[in-house]
T-cell receptor
């Protein structure tokens, strides 16, 4: 079945460091791909999305490119801030007999230190 | 902005109690979802609904039921709470158009503890 694998954390970086969080997927068809962020004590917020191959999603300095050839959707940011400390989830839209739902990775915790 | 609200941020219940978790969205979305979030397991889909009075089982429906009597409200019911249902519960909604390509919008979550 469809699935998402993302790198395990926690990831600890110094402020202004470069961030990469790896995400690969297995899917039939052409899923849409999403990154969500969860700040401490809060629900998930959509960070960015891409709906077809070679699309680049971007928001708040974060970027991810939908790579069909490598089945990947890695999240990157050139210079992280302390306020980026959160848990990041990669997800894909998946279709079953019951319809569409999101299939999430297990999340990657990021801690940015001053 | 889409707003999804959940009735409680924290809830403590006893084993065997009937528990209701309420979710309301204000953007006239057709689709609503209930997930639970556990450390090391990520988010798992419990139930979802594409319309009023409709419901579909997700990946882990056992021990749960749902109710959708009005478009804006989706309730998760634990008929007889057990300690293994201690978890963070997240509600989400999304518009109908092109369900496979639109994002879901999440509420703040309810942290349920069953003693």
């Amino acid at each position: 079945g469809d699935s998402v694998t993302q790198m395990e954390g926690p990831v600890t970086l110094s402020e202004e460091a470069f961030l990469t969080i790896n995400c690969t997927y297995t899917a039939t068809g052409y899923p849409s791909l999403f990154w969500y962020v969860q700040y401490p004590g809060e629900g998930l917020q959509l960070l960015l999305k891409a709906t077809k191959a070679d699309d680049k999603g971007s928001n708040k300095g974060f970027e991810a490119t939908y790579r069909k050839e490598t089945t990947s959707f890695h999240l990157e940011k050139g210079s992280v801030q302390v306020s980026d400390s959160a848990v990041y989830f990669c997800a894909l839209s998946t279709h079953s007999n019951s319809g569409y739902a999101l299939n999430f990775g297990k999340g990657t915790s990021l801690l940015v230190t001053p | 902005d889409v707003k999804v609200t959940q009735s409680s941020r924290y809830l403590v219940k006893r084993t065997g109690e009937k528990v209701f978790l309420e979710c309301v969205q204000d953007m006239d979305h057709e689709n609503m979802f209930w997930y639970r979030q556990d450390p090391g397991l990520g988010l798992r889909l419990i139930y979802f609904s594409y319309d009023v009075k409709m419901k579909e089982k997700g990946d882990i429906p056992e021990g749960y039921s749902v109710s959708r009597e009005k478009k804006e409200r989706f309730s998760l019911i634990l008929e007889s709470a057990s300690t293994n249902q201690t978890s963070m519960y997240l509600c989400a909604s999304s518009p109908t158009r092109d369900r496979g390509r639109v994002a879901q919008y999440f509420g703040p979550g309810t942290r349920l503890t069953v003693l």
